[in-house]
């Protein structure tokens, strides 16, 4: 099949859509998934959830052995249906949290069996496509995508320029610019191109490409949960114990009066004291903040680095491909006296017309931004000068004369002569910025020098001045001499800087810092950042970097960003006060909850406690009752928060406390007493009070 670069109307069906926080078919899905957690086999694992379903279990067999008997049930049964709904709202939060990230992996592998590719069979005046299944593709293979078309897998543009679609992946509508060159050529298998056209050479081998670790990391084993996650469970056995030995001693206490309360009745107090709510969520936050990154464009493998984000205070970040672009591009055209800055820009544009490096076309996009030169396709007279080792020169001889460029001294040799003083003087100043200085000539005149440095990514310094904010400190490693680097770490605005840094120096840096309690993150591209990323707590990976990078560390950033990782570790943070907040909201619930059932259970027997009916509740099993469906009904209630996340507010820890207790202490103690109220009135109209 032959095939031409065309641009035509993408298909908007096939646009990726990412998934609404709560869309019909993954609340479906949920509710089936929600049952099959019932399995006391996997609730065992979270002990709070457990004890509610033994609970269940028991009152259940109670309501059905009195039904069976004659004797009254209804109660039992009331009691009974509102536990299980308790231990199903619980399972269904986690399944909703899953669900989010099962529909993106469905989609992602509906796309990955429906792409065919467009495969490049012969390079030559026209080229020859032949259609492929994405799934047969091999790495080095190239691929044409046009407008409308699935990218087949992962990859990176070698030609051209298009407008992409990471919806599918990102949860993200907004279209992408990705093209060859530069920090913008890497693209996700599963994307939609919806402009232009490019041509992909493939990098990921089947089995192998994001889209495959990403359905992998859904659908694999369990998440491991983290050492924060661990301790609080630990937490919450911990209250759910004290609590059963305290339900306990009631019945003795009871007892002693000659009325005791029913198994039902201890049940519920149980049930509604200890913190169901907290335990529901539990896994659905920790799902949420590992879905939270992916629609940053960031992969996380681990659980653990997205807690470990929250509280990291030192970042190491490679320079070449990181903070700076990572090819040397021209910043300034350098005349020698009696020359005008537009004749050597002409100069330098027409000697880089047949250098295809991205220094070259660097030279070219200059000339054309600062003076508005557009030079001319190559003609065919023309003679091309190609750089050699042993020259350090090329360019070009045109009808119009012989244009040179090259390393300067390698160029005055050539001429045969000295750069003026004021040259000179401009040369060195390059150097001793950390640029490269390349001499411009045309029919063995000089007539200035061009400027190339390694171009510091646009708004690296207010990124930093951000993480700073976080408190976190900012440390540029590099293999280049300490000039070169004291240049682009002022430029860049990082705190501080490792200059001629070997892979060991790095790694010896990390450990040291970790040594002294730090907590730190690495952002590399390269196989000699591989060491370090696997050391640090957090190993943010280019996903324009090598493969031994992408897989040493622990996160993969699809848009190449190394600051990236302040949305990191406000994800990070934002876990974690969603955890303490919802503890706190879980915890104060207690309170409503003593004055709705301890006067219940006791009024008969201790008229005195009436007083603390201070909602007036119609009747004990109404106020009992009450406070069992406000338990299992606050879970889902809570879900959106959850999945969503407390927003993240950079305030010290005095403060966040006091928001936690001011918004969701209070409103925990609060919001009992409401919703218990409410539900003993509606209990009450509905006749079952």
């Known amino acids: 099949m032959n095939a031409t670069p065309a641009t035509h109307a993408g298909d908007s069906r096939r646009s990726g859509r990412g998934a609404a926080l709560l ?17 006391p086999r996997r609730l065992v694992r979270n002990p709070v959830i457990f004890v509610t379903e033994v609970v269940s279990i028991l009152v259940t067999i109670l309501a059905l052995r009195a039904a069976a008997l ?13 536990l299980w709904l308790t231990v199903l709202f619980a399972t269904f939060a986690e399944a909703v949290a899953e669900g989010r990230g099962r529909a993106q992996a469905d989609s992602l592998r509906r796309a990955r069996s429906d792409t065919q590719a467009k495969v490049l069979l012969r390079a030559d005046d026209r080229a020859l496509w032949e259609p492929r299944a994405a799934e047969g593709l091999r790495v080095g293979e190239l691929v044409l995508v046009e407008a409308g078309d699935l990218i087949p897998s992962d990859g990176e543009v070698v030609e051209g320029i298009a407008s992409v679609n990471e919806a599918a992946v990102t949860g993200e509508s907004a279209p992408v610019i990705r093209e060859s060159g530069g920090d913008r050529s890497a693209v ?38 983290t050492p924060n996650e661990i301790a609080l469970d630990i937490l919450l056995a911990g209250m759910t114990i004290i609590f059963l030995v305290a339900v306990a001693t009631l019945v003795g206490l009871a007892s002693w009066n000659g009325q005791p309360p029913s198994v039902a009745v201890l049940a519920a107090l149980l049930v509604t004291l200890i913190p169901t709510t907290i335990g529901g969520l539990l896994s659905a936050i920790g799902i949420a903040g590992m879905d939270r990154l992916v629609r940053f464009n960031v992969l996380a493998t681990s659980g653990r680095a997205v807690e470990a984000a929250g509280d990291v205070d030192v970042l190491l970040l490679d320079k070449t491909g990181t903070i700076t672009l990572g090819n040397r591009q021209a910043a300034a055209f350098v005349p020698v006296p009696g020359v005008g800055e537009r004749e050597l820009a002409e100069a330098a544009a027409l000697s880089s017309l047949a250098d295809e490096t991205p220094e070259g076309r660097s030279i070219l996009a200059f000339a054309r931004e600062r003076h508005g030169i557009t030079v001319p396709p190559q003609p065919a007279a023309a003679t091309v000068v190609p750089f050699t080792a042993q020259t350090r020169i090329s360019g ?7 244009y040179r460029k090259g390393a300067v001294d390698a160029m005055l040799r050539s001429l045969g002569g000295e750069a003026p003083p004021a040259l000179r003087e401009a040369v060195d100043r390059i150097a001793r910025a950390g640029g490269t200085p390349l001499a411009v000539a045309k029919d063995s005149r ?12 646009t708004g690296m310094r207010a990124r930093f001045d951000a993480l700073r904010r976080m408190g976190i400190r900012t440390v540029m490693v590099t293999g280049d001499n300490r000039r070169t680097a004291a240049a682009i770490a002022a430029e860049a605005g990082v705190d501080d800087f490792i200059a001629e840094a070997t892979p060991e120096d790095k790694l010896a840096y990390i450990r040291k810092a970790q040594a002294e309690g730090r907590l730190v993150a690495m952002a590399g591209d390269g196989t000699n950042d591989a060491p370090a990323l696997a050391q640090a707590d957090v190993g943010l990976a280019m996903q324009t970097g090598t493969q031994a990078a992408r897989e040493a560390g622990n996160m993969v950033d699809l848009d190449s960003d190394p600051t990236k990782l302040i949305e990191v570790v406000e994800i990070g943070k934002q876990l974690l006060i969603t955890r303490g907040a919802l503890t706190t909201f879980s915890i104060a619930n207690d309170v409503a909850k003593y004055f709705a059932i301890l006067p219940a259970i006791f009024v008969a027997s201790y008229p005195e406690l009436q007083a603390l009916n201070v909602m007036h509740l119609a009747s004990p099993e109404s106020a009992i009752l009450s406070a069992v469906i406000f338990n299992a009904l606050i879970i889902v209630a809570l879900v959106p928060l959850a999945l969503r996340g407390v927003r993240y507010v950079p305030v010290g820890a005095a403060a966040l406390l006091r928001r936690n207790l001011l918004i969701y202490g209070l409103g925990g103690i609060a919001a009992p007493f409401l919703g218990i109220k409410i539900i003993d009135s509606i209990l009450q109209l509905l006749g079952l009070a």
């Open 396 to 402: 070009v001889d045109l009808p119009t004369g012989s």
């Open 23 to 39: 869309s019909g078919p993954i609340l479906r899905r949920a509710a089936i998934e929600a049952v099959a957690k019932l399995d």
């Open 188 to 225: 996700t298998g599963g994307t939609l191109v919806v402009s232009d056209w490019i041509v992909v050479r493939i990098t990921a081998a089947p089995g192998s490409t994001f889209l495959d670790r990403m359905i992998g990391l859904v659908e694999g084993a369990s998440r491991q949960k």
């Open 446 to 457: 000089l007539l200035g020098a061009i400027e190339l440095k390694d171009i510091v990514k």
């Open 70 to 82: 004659g004797q009254p049930w209804t109660f039992q049964a009331g009691i009974a249906l509102w």
